[in-house]
Every structure is written in structure tokens, then in C-alpha cells.
Antibody
Framework: EVQLLESGGGLVQPGGSLRLSCAAS????????MSWVRQAPGQGLEWVST???????YYADSVKGRFTISRDDSKNTLFLQMVNLRADDTATYYC???????????WGQGALVTVSS | DSLLTQSPATLSLSPGERATLSCRVS??????FAWYQQKRGQTPRLLIY???TRATGIPARFSGSGSGTDFTLTISSLEPEDFAVYYC?????????FGQGTKVEIK
């Protein structure tokens, strides 16, 4: 059974940093493209970042230069390092696994990040 | 980046009725297009990918069509569990963009 478990969310002040983790199980982690998608309270979905199986990385313009996606295939874990956080980064951050056609087909339950003073 | 515009914002229908959701892309940069369903308090569920291919386990009442800049999700006969928010997605090699969502609500 595929499982994705995010951790590391919380309350942080504007300008602060957080590191999200996503522990994966139930599939061959190293073989799949992984992504982070966020959803602000009561709002729609926003793609944040994707990392390929060769650790090639891609970012939304809104987070480029502030967020860094990475993966540790030896530990089946996906990361999102976030620095210089802003109020509009407040959202639930979902870790998502892609299918073979490179579409996110399984999502974790999310980690809430609140940026507020 | 492309802008994805979904219409209508809200669709009020009764169970058994047909639902037609639209997604227009501002510029056709990719043929890679998907539809997701998100129920309140739940994570998104992949329904359709590559514009018209149903994902694993998705009922046949869901169908996707379109190409270029205009895409459609059709639910042939709404079941009670289909009332939810639906998002379209376009992906390129370098980015992914979601539409703003269409809420399908019970009339």
C-alpha cells in the first residue's frame, strides 16, 4: 500500500525557514517523480515543485530561489527546504507521487505551514 | 506560463444529471492534461490524464476530451459521491499549472 507521510509543518514568522519531509513507503521510491503541491486555506491547488528520478528539479515562479526540493532515495524521503517565508506561503503542503505518465496519482495527507507574526 | 481558466465556477445539478466542465488554456504549450477531483477534507484524486485516459479505478461515467486550448470533463450521470471540486492541470517538462477549480454542488 502506497503511503506518504509529511512532517515538519508549523508556525513560523515571516522571513523564517522550515523543512518539510515526506516519508514514502509501499512503492519503489527511487523510480518515481515526486512533487510538492500546496493549498492555501479555502483556496485551490498550486503546484510548488517537482523532482525527477535523476534529481532534476523544477519550481513554480512564486517559490523559485526560496524553496529547494530534494530527495534521499536511500531513506525513501522527499524534502522541501523553505527559506524567507512569506504570509502568502501559508498553506497545506502535499507530497505527491507521480504515476508512470508523470501525473501526481497519490497524495499524502499534507503538512500545514502557517507564516505569521 | 499558461493560465488555465475553468468554467463555470460553480455547477448546480441534481443526481443523475450530466455534468460538463470546461478548462481553457491561454496558450497551448503541452498535450499533457489532467483532471482531479477533491472532496471536502480529502486529498485530490486523479481522474483523467493525457486529456482522455481514465486513471486506475475511475468509473466509466467520467470522461475527458479536448486538445490544444480547450478541454472538457464530462460526468455522464452524477452520483451522490461526485459532488466535489474539480481541477484541471496542464504540465510541461518544466512546470505544472492548475485551474482555479469548478465546484459541482447539489441543486
Amino acid at each position: 500500500e502506497v503511503q506518504l507521510l509529511e512532517s515538519g509543518g508549523g508556525l513560523v514568522q515571516p522571513g523564517g525557514s522550515l523543512r518539510l519531509s515526506c516519508a514514502a513507503s509501499g512503492f519503489t521510491f527511487r523510480s518515481y517523480v515526486m512533487s510538492w503541491v500546496r493549498q492555501a486555506p479555502g483556496q485551490g491547488l498550486e503546484w510548488v515543485s517537482t523532482i525527477g528520478t535523476s534529481s532534476d528539479t523544477y519550481y513554480a515562479d512564486s517559490v523559485k530561489g526560496r524553496f529547494t526540493i530534494s530527495r534521499d532515495d536511500s531513506k525513501n524521503t522527499l524534502f522541501l527546504q523553505m527559506v524567507n517565508l512569506r504570509a502568502d506561503d501559508t498553506a497545506t503542503y502535499y507530497c505527491a507521487k507521480d504515476n508512470d505518465q508523470i501525473y501526481s496519482d497519490f497524495w499524502g495527507q499534507g503538512a500545514l505551514v502557517t507564516v505569521s507574526s | 506560463d499558461s493560465l488555465l481558466t475553468q468554467s463555470p465556477a460553480t455547477l448546480s445539478l441534481s443526481p443523475g444529471e450530466r455534468a460538463t466542465l470546461s478548462c481553457r488554456v491561454s496558450q497551448s504549450v503541452s498535450r499533457y492534461f489532467a483532471w482531479y477531483q477533491q472532496k471536502r477534507g480529502q486529498t485530490p484524486r486523479l481522474l483523467i490524464y493525457d486529456a482522455s485516459t481514465r486513471a486506475t479505478g475511475i468509473p466509466a461515467r467520467f470522461s475527458g476530451s479536448g486538445s490544444g486550448t480547450d478541454f472538457t470533463l464530462t460526468i455522464s450521470s452524477l452520483e451522490p459521491e461526485d459532488f466535489a471540486v474539480y481541477y484541471c492541470l496542464q504540465r510541461t517538462q518544466w512546470s505544472r499549472t492548475f485551474g482555479q477549480g469548478t465546484k459541482v454542488e447539489i441543486k
